[in-house]
């Protein structure tokens, strides 16, 4: 598992490679965490699942903490080019609801600067 | 006529490490059935979650072994995955969607993705004693071309 963040004016790009299980999750959920603390302007997750080759529950439980604590900032969470194996578990968890989909990260940042989020 | 049958049993120790092991050397077994790349997938992910279980909510993240059993008869496939841990108290309620003993930290959707990936789900436990998981999958008859 490897990934990288990248902050953007408000907006924190996680890009996801490999396996996200509950071996994997737990190093992520801290990492994400602590963006979340020092950098209290962060509104929109935009999780880059291009090259996430698999996600169980683990996996989306640190994704849905995370959710819950942006929903509290008025922020959204955004899945880029997720396959269609990860928008059916996203789905099934209910996830789906409060999260959209989008082609790049690029696509979001741009909506955000336009003011259209 | 005879079935085509063949299995593979192997035990791991209750490590998060194991997880993707025994999701992956399922998958490798079961493909010798005619699934598509989607079925496997589905397959690894309800292997997945019986193992984390085990290791998260059976031995509580410490020591203990886990045993996996896949075999097949013609085009139907069964995994057996077993703990020796601390077992479940209602096995009904467990298998709710959003039923999890550790709401701070899991979302209780483990069952959930076992019962839609899988034709059935079988679960068998007793406190103090273990638990037992069994899945059961068909490879679907697919109309030709
Ligand atoms: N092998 C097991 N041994 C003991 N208890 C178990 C076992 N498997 C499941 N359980 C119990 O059943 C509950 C539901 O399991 P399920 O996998 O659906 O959710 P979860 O593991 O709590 O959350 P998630 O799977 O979303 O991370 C668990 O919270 C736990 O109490
Ligand atoms: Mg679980």
Redesign the interface.
């Known amino acids: 598992m490897q990934y990288s963040f990248e902050t953007v004016g408000q907006a924190l790009i996680a890009k996801l490679q490999g396996e996200l299980d509950l071996h994997t999750s737990p190093q992520f959920k801290e990492e994400l965490a602590k963006f979340f603390t020092t950098q209290p302007q962060i509104k929109y997750l935009i999780m880059d699942v291009k090259n996430l080759q698999f996600i169980d529950s683990s996996g989306l439980g640190v994704i849905l903490g995370r959710y819950r604590e942006l929903e509290q900032r008025g922020g959204r969470l955004f899945f880029v080019q997720a396959n269609p194996h990860i928008k059916r578990v996203l789905q099934m968890s209910g996830m789906q609801k409060i999260s959209e989909f989008a082609d790049s990260a690029a696509d979001v940042l741009e909506r955000a600067e336009g003011g259209h989020l | 006529m005879m079935a085509d049958t063949n299995w593979v049993k192997f035990e791991i120790p209750s490590d ?2 194991n ?2 092991f025994a999701r992956t050397a399922v998958a490798l077994f079961a493909s010798q059935l005619d699934w598509t790349l ?1 079925e496997l ?1 589905d397959i ?2 309800a292997v ?2 019986a193992v ?1 279980n085990s ?2 909510h059976g031995y509580q993240l410490g020591e203990g072994v886990v045993r996996v059993e896949a075999s097949y008869a013609d085009r139907k496939l069964t995994i057996v995955i077993e703990d020796y841990g601390q077992g479940i108290p209602d096995v009904e309620l467990a298998q709710e969607t959003g039923y999890t003993t550790i709401p701070e ?3 209780g ?2 069952f ?2 076992m019962h ?1 990936y899988m034709d059935e789900v079988l679960v068998v436990s007793e406190v103090q004693k273990g638990t037992k998981v069994i899945l059961i999958k068909e490879v679907p008859q697919r109309s030709e071309g």
């Open positions: 998060t490490r997880v993707a989607d997938e690894k992910v997945s979650e984390s290791i998260i930290e899991r979302m959707l483990g959930t993705f839609e």
